[in-house]
């Protein structure tokens, strides 16, 4: 045997080994490829050194990325980089660090980008007092980063994939911050892998990646909407969720500290308190289901009280049967919160200005009425419209077990994977014929089958196969539609029941489905007012608070897991209903004497005649 030999591959390896972490060191003054001339040093990376250079053509700074020498000595590398990266190169936003080009020679590959005249949100960190941003200053920031990041994934299809405090810049001159390395980060690292050992088996930074990410998937603006609350979580609290001990199995298992419990465990003495609502929404951020995290950037914004409304559209977001236990509270907490503390989008971009307030005798919360009684059903069997005892809403909605191990997981095969697929328009608006679920595609996009015969479409879809260790939609799975303000400007029947088989009902049966809705609310004591003690905003906001209690997606509307958790699922059709009291109009109620109370029939009538017509 030739040990020598084996000796001296032994040793080629290692230098091969070697090139993978050899970075340049070029000097100052020097030109590089024909075109920029070396100034300083920005800072250094994981892949390489980033030298403020100018352009001698265009003559302005850039900042100039020089990737690691093993991809400039790869001439595949460097076509599949170049190809991938044009998708960052197209990306052109204020609030995204814009590349200019990708260059090399024989020797050197680079990067040049826009020089940002500041520092990271990783560097500023390091200056602050305790360690540690305040929500108010993080607040200064957020708007332009989530506006950034809808742009990207919304309307150029890129998800990002390794957002973190040191990939946002923030400019020394204004309160402006930039993402960096839209686009090319995740090309970089992934053509790294796949040259060298050395590098992490996926792309991105782990203490900030999603566990979808994590585990391959396919890329998801969920994914970033994650690596954003991660990215808080550090500037708030000091350290990232998990960052220390086995963070991929905390990734899928383990729910973070607060933010507030963090701060404690490192001893961080900041005086400014960290809202209670923040802590929700992060949370919800970090949520190991993305079906349970805030669908978009800014709608992150919305719940944090930012902004009022965003225009994005997004993805749908497919509601899992059933959460793992500890989780549920996480976002049911967090809509809770930011609907106590009067933050949440759900109220502001939902609640439709026609929307009339609940009438205040159904709002008062003093003087609880008594539960109505279930209405005389005229056409159908007293044994049929009785409801059934309710049966427990986890059964109803029971998923199997989780498949699959990880190494069942579809692996990311698109060759541009940091693209994602095109998002799908909001179920909002769907008549009743075009049913939302129906419509829907399954978490990985594919098309949703037809509805089973005598069976609702909504109860059809198929298991959206999700990631191995976190709960996934499975047969059964009922699906949630993304809430959505109404075209009407108010939350009209068709609207509120947008799955079949309920809107497919005659108009009676529906009236009925949301007498019974509201009474069940109203034992619950959610149809009555705010935290705040104001006076409620009706029912579509009574079934937000219901859902948000019952860890249902809070979208206001009585889609099937909302009505199957209520045991109203099965409830059939009633076209000869009639509403015990009909609606008052509002030139009747006018003209009753003051003296004549509603009764609680006419009460509920009235809500309901309300809810339908914009009374
Ligand atoms: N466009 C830019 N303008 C000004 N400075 C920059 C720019 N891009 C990067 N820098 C500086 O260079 C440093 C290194 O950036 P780089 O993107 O290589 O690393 P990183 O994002 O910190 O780490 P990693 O490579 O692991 O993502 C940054 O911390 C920042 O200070």
Not at 143 to 154: E, K, M, R, T
Request: with cysteine.
């Amino acid at each position: 045997m030739d040990l020598s030999h084996s000796s001296n591959q032994a040793s080629d390896a290692a230098a091969d080994f070697d090139q993978t972490v050899k970075v340049r060191t070029p000097s100052a003054g020097a030109v590089y490829f024909n075109r920029y001339r070396l100034s300083r040093v920005l800072g250094r990376g994981g892949m390489g050194v980033v030298w403020l250079a100018d352009d001698l053509k265009l003559e302005r700074p850039v900042a100039l990325k020089f990737l690691p020498s093993l991809i400039g000595l790869d001439p595949t590398a460097i076509k599949e980089l170049k190809t991938e990266t044009r998708r960052g190169l197209e990306l052109s936003h204020p609030n995204i660090v814009r590349i200019y080009d990708f260059v090399d020679d024989d020797d050197e590959a680079a990067i040049s980008m826009e020089f940002v005249n500041g520092k990271t949100l990783s560097e500023l960190r390091a200056t602050t007092d305790h360690g540690v941003f305040t929500t108010e200053q993080v607040a200064k920031w957020l708007p332009g980063v989530c506006d950034a990041l809808d742009y990207a994934h919304f309307q150029r299809k890129v998800v990002h994939r390794d957002l973190k405090p040191s990939n946002i810049m923030a400019m020394s001159m204004d309160d402006t911050a930039k993402i960096a390395d839209f686009g090319i980060a995740r090309s970089i690292s992934d053509t790294m892998q796949r040259l060298s050992i050395s590098q992490l088996g996926v792309s991105g930074t782990l203490p900030y990646m999603s566990p979808q990410q994590a585990m391959g998937e396919r890329p998801a603006p969920t994914d970033d909407v994650y690596s954003l609350g991660a990215t808080i979580y550090e500037l708030l609290s000091g350290k990232p969720p998990f960052y220390r001990g086995d963070i991929p199995s905390q990734l899928t298992s383990k729910i973070p500290s607060t933010m507030v419990e963090r701060r404690e465990e490192l001893e961080i003495k900041a005086s400014d308190q960290i809202p209670k609502e923040w802590e929700a929404v992060i949370a919800a951020c970090l949520n190991k289901d993305p079906n349970l995290r805030p669908p978009s950037a800014g709608k992150l914004l919305e719940l944090l009280g930012l902004r009022s409304t965003t225009n994005v559209t997004t993805q749908p977001y497919i509601q899992p049967a059933v959460q793992h236990k500890s989780r549920v509270p996480v976002y049911a907490a967090a809509a809770v919160a930011v609907l106590a503390a009067g933050a949440a989008y759900y109220f502001r971009s939902t609640t439709p200005q026609a929307l009339p307030a609940t009438s205040p005798a159904l709002a008062s919360t003093a003087a609880p009425a008594p539960a109505l009684t279930p209405p005389p059903q005229t056409n159908a069997p007293a044994a049929t419209v009785t409801p059934a005892p309710h049966p427990n809403p986890a059964a109803v909605q029971a998923a199997p077990p989780a498949p699959g191990p990880a190494a069942a997981m579809p692996t990311t095969a698109d060759p541009a994977p940091a693209v994602i697929a095109a998002a799908t328009p909001p179920a909002a608006g769907l008549a009743p014929d075009a049913p939302a679920a129906a419509a829907m595609p399954t978490q990985q996009g594919a098309p949703a089958p037809p509805a089973q015969p005598g069976q609702p479409a909504a109860l059809a879809m198929p298991a959206a196969a999700g990631p191995a260790l976190v709960t996934s939609p499975a047969p059964g799975t009922m699906i949630q539609p993304p809430v959505s303000e109404p075209p009407e400007g108010y939350w009209s029947i068709e609207r509120i029941f947008p799955t079949p088989p309920q809107a497919g009902y005659s108009e009676a049966g529906r009236r009925h489905l949301l007498y019974e809705v509201q009474r069940i609310l109203k034992e619950k004591s959610l149809y009555s007012s705010t935290q705040d003690g104001k006076e409620g905003k009706g029912t579509h906001n009574a079934i937000i608070l219901y859902q948000a209690k019952n860890g249902l997606l809070p979208n206001g509307l009585l889609d099937g897991p909302t009505l199957a958790s209520m045991a109203l699922m099965d409830k059939p059709d009633a076209p000869e209903w009639k509403s015990p009291a009909p609606a008052v109009s509002s030139t009747s109620r006018k003209r009753s004497s003051p003296k004549e109370e509603p009764n609680l029939f006419q009460r509920a009538g009235k809500s309901i005649g309300r809810l339908f017509n914009r009374d």
